[in-house]
């Protein structure tokens, strides 16, 4: 398409002056271990916490506010991101690197020396600040180091290490809960960031900056701030489909665009915006960034849901949907890695994600329409198949931001990857929990009622119930799963629909 050759010629312009070490062997040992470890450390406390929550609410008391430790790092990690991300554009990513794996390591020892709910919460923020850091850093600092062709393998590389990660994540949380007591949750961050800061080390540190002076746009992160924070806490309080929460959600949602509306107009007029608007008028940036949100959306409310379904309806134990899900997971490092490998030896692009979310979408269809019929088996491969056709737009969202935005705005271009990712995640699993309360509420509000104190409690608690009034709520539940499959192939749509009218094709 012309408007892809454009983008794709005016990023060439400035692809002569990244540093390329001799030889990709040299180039593959240099690079990757220096990006990965603070990636997966990022990727890794997103999840690590899950299993510890009981434990830490049993130890600090206030159950009804232990989702604000999880929240917390959630909304600090995507308010980070465009902030690190413009930083390391103007300051340098590998010095950026640095305080954001210092920041990450300060606060997991204050995570660990909490002795409130309060207090940890504030710990956790302060971890995703430096969490939502590492994540932009590292794509931004292969984007600077590796040719674009090339690319398409550290992506993959770096794709499987998320998804690792973030499969990793609450088995060794369990694990360390069980044995050292949940602060070894966030001390075992210690000895991984020192590891991560000599690894840095081995990075060059790349001098050439943008022409004039810089100034931090102050403004531009208060209101990035007051957008995303209300807006990811208004999503997190719509899963429960609860009328009693609307007045909130309403507020949160009002203060959102009101913020939104300042950003907008206070980026336009900032010599150093923090999201530059030029940057996101390009056709390239915002529908992969909108490609980004919906595969996230789609695989982050798989996960989320998933153990519920094999769990309550499959009679699987939390171990077996474990492993169950394991497939999910792998099957997204596999698709990444194939996508990345076959980018790097024919150049081509969005064709792999067109294809594969094609065959994901029908796969998810069916599995809406006939998952009571499938057999254990059955419902692994069809996991297996969703996951690694969705794996082929992991890579190719990060290459084309990318090669659209050029050397100047590398880490603004990874950092609304990341952002949108976290948006993606959080309205995906909105929409999906709501679905599936409104589903349940129209059939039996009783059943409503025990769904949330599923979520709550997990399969426990459908302990106390009688075998006959067991099998109609699993019953009942079963069903309304079949509508969230359905809410959830929407994202896959989308982002099909997106896949194909990218503009750059071939890099």
């Known amino acids: 398409m012309p408007s892809g050759s454009t983008e794709t010629s005016r990023y060439a312009a400035g692809r002569d002056s990244v540093h390329v070490p001799p030889g990709a062997r040299s180039q593959f040992l240099t690079y990757f271990p220096s ?37 917390s790092y959630l909304v600090a990690n995507t308010i980070a991101a465009p902030v690190y991300g413009r930083l390391g554009d103007a300051l340098g990513r590998r010095r950026m690197m640095f305080v ?22 504030g710990a956790r923020l302060l971890q995703g600040l430096g969490g939502g850091g590492l994540m932009t850093l590292s794509q931004a600092l292969i984007a600077e180091a590796v040719p674009p062709r090339q690319r398409g393998q550290y992506q993959g ?9 973030a499969t990793f994540g609450p088995v060794a949380g369990g694990f360390l809960t069980e044995h050292f007591g ?44 007051g957008t995303i924070a209300p807006l990811l806490l208004a999503l997190e309080r719509a899963q429960r489909f609860d009328a009693r929460a609307l007045p909130a959600i309403a507020t949160l949602v009002a203060v959102a665009l009101g913020s939104a509306v300042l950003l907008v107009r206070q980026e336009r007029r900032a010599p150093s915006p ?44 939390p171990a077996g949907s474990g492993f169950l899900l394991m497939p999910l997971t792998v099957g997204i490092s596999f698709g990444s890695l194939f996508t990345g490998r076959m980018i790097a030896r024919t150049g081509y692009t969005a064709i792999m ?48 931001v990318q090669v659209v935005a050029g050397p100047k705005f590398l880490g603004a271009a990874a950092a609304s990857v990341q952002f949108s990712r976290s948006v993606g995640a959080v309205f995906g699993t909105a929409l999906v929990g709501a679905v599936l309360f409104a589903l349940l509420a129209a059939q039996d509000p009783h059943t409503a009622a025990v769904f949330a104190d599923l ?37 896959t749509a989308s982002a099909l629909v997106l896949a194909w009218w990218l503009p750059v094709r071939r890099i």
């Open 35 to 71: 990006i990965m470890l603070p990636m997966f450390l990022a990727a890794l406390d997103q999840t690590v916490v899950a299993t510890a929550l009981p434990d830490i609410a049993g130890s600090l008391g206030e159950v009804e506010r232990v989702s604000w430790i999880v929240v």
């Open 100 to 121: 954001a794996i210092g920041v990450f390591m300060a606060a997991s020892l204050l995570c660990a020396a909490s002795g409130s709910i309060l207090m940890l919460t």
């Open 157 to 165: 590389y770096l794709s499987g290490t998320y998804a690792t990660a």
């Open 182 to 225: 949940w602060p070894s949750v966030f001390l075992v961050n210690l000895p991984l960031g020192l590891v991560a800061m000599v690894l840095v080390l081995r990075l060059p540190a790349h001098t050439e900056r943008p022409g004039g002076r810089f100034r931090f746009d102050v403004w531009g992160t208060v209101f990035f701030a």
């Open 274 to 317: 923090l999201l530059p608007v030029q940057l996101f008028r390009q056709a390239g940036i915002w529908r992969t960034d909108l490609m980004a949100a919906c595969v996230a959306g789609q695989t982050v409310s798989l996960i989320s849901f998933l153990p519920m379904y094999l769990q309550v309806v499959r009679g699987a134990t």
């Open 353 to 400: 994600p067109s294809v594969g979310l094609a065959v994901s979408l029908a796969t998810l269809v069916c599995l809406a329409l006939f998952a009571p019929e499938l057999t254990r088996s059955e419902m692994i491969a069809a996991l297996a198949v969703i996951s690694c056709c969705t794996g082929t737009a992991m890579p190719v969202v990060q290459m084309t």
């Open 455 to 491: 979520v709550e409690r997990g399969p426990s608690a459908l302990g106390g119930l009688a075998a006959a009034q067991r099998a109609v709520i699993q019953a009942e539940i079963a069903d309304a799963f079949r509508g969230a499959f359905l809410t959830v192939s929407t994202f």
